[in-house]
């Protein structure tokens, strides 16, 4: 099966900080998805991207689908953005049938 | 954006008994939902498509008579843990989408004891 590794696993900053996430992916995906799970578990969509960039705000996602990676971007980090961010990935015929990577667990001091 | 709600947020179950979990997508129809399962400090698992009108696929290692799902409706799919053991407790959610974006349900943590 597909593999999706996300790096680093845990990631401590101070407000304010900027900060790079990492998803690695081993087969061509037609679908991928950033998410950051909140600590009670609901899982909140930031980006749709199977290709390109795009920016909300302070964050922002490029992925480049002919090298099987995506960044994940957060810009002038907040407390509000700690918990864990997930990159998900689908392929095939199935569109929204995903595959996790393990998460990237944020916690942003004050 | 969509809707998906999950029904209840949290149970807590007798060794044995059987549980009931409710996904519904609230302003939209779904032909297909998926359910994972989540353990403690680790990602999300793949669990099953649950298709509606029809046998829901399970991933490998996922047994099928232990996890029971029914998509009856084109709103309404429904997880049954049977005989639920305490290696069973977890988080399930629930996902669907109206488009190419996936919607999560607010998930379900089950304790069994």
């Known amino acids: 099966g597909i593999q999706v590794e996300q790096s680093p696993p845990d990631l401590i900053l101070q407000e304010g900080a900027n900060s790079t996430l990492r998803c690695n992916f081993s087969d061509s995906v037609n679908n991928l998805q950033w998410f950051h799970q909140n600590p009670w578990g609901q899982l909140i969509n930031l980006f749709y991207?199977?290709?390109g960039t795009k920016q909300n705000g302070r964050l922002s996602a490029t992925t480049v689908a002919t090298e099987r990676y995506s960044l994940l971007y957060i810009s002038s980090s907040q407390t509000t953005d700690s918990g864990v961010y997930f990159c998900a990935v689908a392929l095939g015929d199935n569109f929204n049938k995903f595959y996790f990577g393990s998460g990237t667990k944020l916690n942003v001091k004050p | 954006g969509a809707v998906v709600s999950q029904h209840p947020s949290w149970v807590i179950c007798k060794s044995g008994t059987s549980v009931k979990i409710e996904c519904r997508s609230l302003?939209?129809?779904?032909?297909?939902m998926f359910w994972y399962r989540q353990f403690p400090k680790q990602s999300l698992m793949l669990m099953a498509t649950?298709?509606?009108?029809?046998?829901?696929?399970?991933e490998q290692g996922v047994e099928k008579d232990k996890f029971l799902i029914n998509h009856a409706s084109l709103t309404l799919s429904t997880l049954t843990v049977t005989s639920a053991h305490p290696e069973d407790s977890s988080f399930y959610i629930c996902s669907a989408s109206p488009m190419e974006i996936a919607f999560f349900g607010q998930g379900t943590r089950l304790t069994v004891v």
């Open positions: 302003d939209f129809q779904a032909t297909t």
């Open positions: 991207i199977p290709s």
């Open positions: 649950s298709n509606e009108g029809s046998k829901a696929t399970y």
